[in-house]
């Protein structure tokens, strides 16, 4: 059981937009930055958004990152099928000093 | 381009040791302003966090609760890389095993190494 909290899945319709929601407490999202990584099926997770709502060079705008108290969520907007993937949100638990994350939340494109 | 490369046996047998090392390239293990970590993924685990190995004027670990008892991580600044030691494992550490870099945020992940505790 994952200490930050997604949905299992979510999905849209290509074109439209997605959120997807990420929970955790005080102590970690209330007080450390959060990230957002992409994984397709049979590969590394991939850095999507960084610092609550920075994009590494190469990332689409399409993709972004909101942060507000103890819930962070991420936007994609002009779904296509190639964002078909896994994402988890990431952070630094305070408590534990250590890097969490969440249990992952499965997107479809219909 | 920062690249991870991992190499180590992809099959361990339950109570021996797990040994696992991230050659890097683009960047160096001595940098003072990135961690070096190690991250498992298993379908019923998740992606698990197991600690990182830094450098801030002097070399510093952090390391996962779960595993705290049983995990070593130590830069090799002589070949610019750093390993990965898990001790005493069972089924339950199979999982793929990715090396990375970052701080609060990773931004470069190894290629994934699957390994299999089984006798």
């Known amino acids: 059981q994952s200490v930050l909290t997604q949905p299992p899945s979510v999905s849209a319709a290509p074109g439209q937009k997605v959120t997807i929601s990420c929970s955790g407490s005080?102590?970690?999202?209330?007080?450390?930055?959060v990230s957002w990584y992409q994984q397709l099926p049979g590969t590394a997770p991939k850095l999507l958004i960084y610092?609550?709502?920075k994009r590494p060079s190469g990332i689409p705008d399409r993709f972004s990152g909101s942060k507000s108290g103890t819930s962070a969520t991420l936007d994609i907007t002009g779904l296509q099928t190639g964002d078909e993937a896994d994402y988890y949100c990431g952070t630094w638990e305070s408590s534990l000093s250590a890097v969490i994350f969440g249990g992952g939340t499965n997107l479809t494109v219909l | 381009q920062v690249q991870l490369r991992q190499s180590g046996p992809g099959l361990v047998k339950p109570s021996q040791t797990l040994s696992l090392t991230c050659a890097i390239s683009?960047?160096?293990?001595?940098?003072?302003?990135?961690?070096w970590n190690w991250i498992r993924q298993s379908p019923s685990r998740g992606l698990e966090w197991l600690g990182r190995?830094?450098?801030?004027?002097?070399?510093?670990?952090d390391y996962a609760v779960s595993v705290k008892s049983r995990i070593t991580i130590n830069p090799d600044t002589s070949k610019n890389q750093f390993s990965l030691q898990l001790n005493s494992v069972t089924p339950e550490d199979t999982a793929v095993y990715f090396c990375?870099?970052?701080?609060?945020?990773?931004?470069?992940w190894g290629q994934g190494t699957l390994v299999t505790v089984s006798s």
């Open positions: 190995t830094y450098y801030r004027s002097k070399w510093s670990n």
């Open positions: 683009g960047d160096s293990v001595s940098s003072n302003s990135a961690a």
């Open positions: 610092d609550n709502n």
């Open positions: 005080r102590s970690n999202i209330g007080k450390n930055y």
């Open positions: 990375a870099r970052g701080d609060q945020a990773i931004d470069y």
